[in-house]
């Protein structure tokens, strides 16, 4: 195709300013333009960055919006725009504000401010999950104290305010039905502009915690991982995430990709409640034959880990420690053409993927294997109802609150909210609720995966990979690799020299 005339003056001219030593130059084809940069992003915003919604992460990693406590890698709280807190007892905490902190609308940071955004949190129709189900009260102590309390006991409640959903904003985003993110963040980053399609961000020069890198940063959304990966080849983007594996080896020398550990797991759940795996014995015959690292291998090219029977990553200390294994005690053989149906979705390439390879060795037990694959909010109700024999899933166990503990509880409880396994064991929710009391952070969550180990070996959920974040970078330094996916784009984020 050719260029039209003014497009051909405009490439030439280029192509002339790109002999003299500037710090980026690319044409107007390309991801930066003087020091801006564009961003491709998998998933589009649900409720134009709403806190209260799915957007809650992208605030963050965008560098938009800030929590009061964020994580370190191992998932432990670390100071945020709180410098510190204290626990005066197992139902308050007092957190100390930074001094300092401006909004992007520039307004200061004070106890007022922080109140609010934590009120409406707690009042939300969709209440961030980290927060939990207690009763908060939020209370202004001085200018730049304030102290949370909880109607019960609870050993996790600093950490509660390292979710998304509880970003901080100034008084000026809850004026509508709904947050606005646009001017109201205290991040490295302030949004110009919001849609479902594009954000627009530009540097905050105010920023706390100095003034950032880059100049500003528009974001897109494109659902369609072979169009991302098509993007960073070409240099139309600087950024993107979630490259279908099978594509990166193919995005050529200029690109850089990071494999990053994330608490994140495919897990294949088996439904203990009725169907054919409610007997035990067929279960551990599933656990027999299904080979994690043959996924791993082949459809994740070994850019994952093989779980090797752990429901956690072996990337954590606390994970480490614990042996874990599915047990084959009583296995036992199907009767011929024992039909089972298998289900998973098809928002992560990889899913469908791996879900014909299991149900292939599957088949060799003597299963007759069924193998549904439909768009995850058209199966989501059906996976949480048991319609299913077995569920091939995908689940992040670092998210709200980070806590390996209530983990569990949601997904493997008697009155678990997420119970993909149908799992109800009185033994294993007598021990959760022992471990939900513990407030060493490093017992608790060792205690978390030595229980996880218990539900493994009952053969509710075969661990099938540990993933690892997939970030694609041109021409670009300063990006967080954060394990906890809290953060990515920051003050330090600029165009590579």
């Avoid at 980026?24 to 333009?33: H, L």
């Avoid at 100095?210 to 960073?232: C, H, M, N």
């Avoid at 990553?313 to 053989?333: D, F, I, M, P, R």
């Avoid at 024999?389 to 670092?398: A, E, K, P, S």
Wanted: charged residues 25%; contains cysteine.
């Amino acid at each position: 195709m050719f260029l039209s005339v003014n497009r051909r003056i405009v490439a030439l001219t280029a192509a002339v300013m790109c002999t003299l030593p500037l710090t980026a130059c690319f044409t107007e084809d390309n991801s930066v333009t003087g020091n801006n940069i564009k961003v491709s992003w998998p998933f589009k915003p649900v409720a134009s960055l709403s806190p209260f919604s799915d957007d809650a992460l992208l605030n963050t990693r965008l560098g938009i919006a800030e929590t009061l406590v964020t994580l370190d890698s191992e998932g432990k709280p670390a100071p945020g725009l709180a410098e510190s807190w204290e626990t005066p007892d197992a139902k308050t905490v007092v957190f100390k504000l930074r001094e300092g902190v401006k909004f992007h609308d520039g307004t200061e940071l004070t106890a007022k401010t922080v109140a609010n955004s934590i009120t409406k949190a707690l009042e939300a129709a969709s209440r961030p999950k980290g927060l939990g189900k207690a009763n908060l009260t939020v209370t202004e102590k001085g200018d730049l104290e304030v102290e949370v309390t909880s109607d019960k006991d609870d050993p996790i409640l600093p950490q509660r305010f390292t979710d998304s959903g509880t970003v901080i904003l100034a008084e000026s985003a809850y004026e509508g039905d709904n947050p606005s993110l646009v001017g109201t963040g205290t991040g490295p980053f302030k949004v110009t502009s919001a849609t479902n399609d594009e954000v627009k961000t530009e540097a905050f020069a105010d920023y706390w915690g100095g003034k950032p890198q880059l100049d500003g940063v528009t974001t897109t959304f494109s659902e369609d991982g072979s169009a991302r990966a098509r993007a960073i080849q070409s240099g139309e983007v600087s950024l993107t995430q979630g490259i279908p594996i099978s594509q990166v080896a193919g995005l050529g020398d200029g690109v850089k990709t990071d494999f990053v550990p994330i608490p994140r797991g495919t897990y294949l759940h088996l439904n203990t409640k009725k169907g054919v795996f409610a007997d035990p014995g067929l279960r551990a015959r599933v656990a027999e034959v299904v080979d994690p690292g043959t996924v791993v291998k082949d459809i994740y090219e070994d850019h994952a880990e093989n779980p090797k029977g752990a429901l956690f990553a072996q990337t954590s200390e606390w994970a480490k420690s614990v042996v874990s294994k599915n047990s084959l005690a009583g296995t036992t053989e199907p009767e011929p053409n024992t039909k089972i149906r298998l289900a998973t979705w098809n928002s992560r390439p990889e899913l469908p993927e791996a879900a014909t390879v299991i149900a292939d060795q599957l088949r060799t037990a003597g299963f007759d294997v069924e193998v549904v694959v439909k768009p995850y909010n058209a199966i989501e109700s059906a996976i949480l109802g048991g319609d299913f024999d077995v569920v091939l899933g995908n689940r992040g166990y670092g998210l709200g609150a980070a806590d390996p503990v209530s983990f569990l509880m949601s997904d493997y409880g008697c009155d678990g909210s997420y119970n993909l396994s149908q799992y109800c064991n009185a033994d294993i929710d007598t021990e959760l609720q022992s471990a939900s009391e513990i407030t060493d952070l490093d017992e608790r969550y060792t205690k978390a995966a030595e229980i996880s180990a218990k539900i493994v070996a009952d053969n509710a959920v075969i661990p099938i990979a540990h993933e690892n974040s997939v970030i694609s970078t041109k021409n670009l330094d300063g990006i967080a690799m954060d394990t906890y996916e809290r953060k990515l784009l920051t003050k330090d984020t600029k165009i590579a020299q």
